[in-house]
């Protein structure tokens, strides 16, 4: 496995030794420029998804640890049930799909805190989060960890503005 996939592997045990038993550890993705390449809605190949992060998330799985997609695709049923079935397609087990609703948030930004927040208040502990925006982690989010340039390089973020 490659550097950055060793590295978020590492740095999630590392995170994990910290959070207390009473809540159920989990992690946070996003999907556009996280798990998949930016711009690509449902991938046609293995190219157009971002292999470590990818694994990461497969890893996770294999190991029991819960996970939950907050994305900023528009809500709407036709992009639910393709998002469901492009997540289904990659074998990618979550716990919950939140995907912005426009009509009761304004920002996108307040939106994924305000899902972060839902899953602390239903006895998670956010482990980590990953995004290829700053928003994409934060308050309730755990360790940030920024994807740049669909997956070349990430960054750990744990000083939140």
């Not at 996003?30 to 046609?44: C, E, R």
């Not at 995004?131 to 000083?159: A, C, Q, T």
């Amino acid at each position: 496995m490659s550097n950055i996939y060793n590295s978020l592997v590492e740095s999630f045990h590392n995170e994990l030794e910290y959070y207390d038993t009473k809540h159920k550890p989990c992690v946070v993705f996003d999907i556009d420029g996280t798990i998949l390449v930016d711009g690509i809605y449902s991938p046609k190949n293995d190219d157009e998804i971002i292999k470590d992060v990818y694994n990461f998330l497969l890893y996770l799985q294999s190991i029991g640890i819960d996970i939950f997609i907050i994305t900023a695709r528009p809500e709407s049923r036709q992009n639910r049930i393709g998002t469901i079935e492009m997540l289904r397609k990659l074998r990618i087990n979550y716990k919950y799909l939140y995907m912005w609703n426009q009509n009761i948030f304004r920002s996108h930004i307040k939106f994924k805190e305000e899902a972060r927040r839902e899953i602390f208040e239903n006895g998670y502990n956010v482990i980590m989060s990953l995004g290829d925006n700053h928003w994409d982690y934060g308050d309730y989010g755990g360790l940030g960890v920024h994807i740049h340039n669909n997956g070349d390089k990430i960054e750990y973020v744990d000083d939140f503005l």
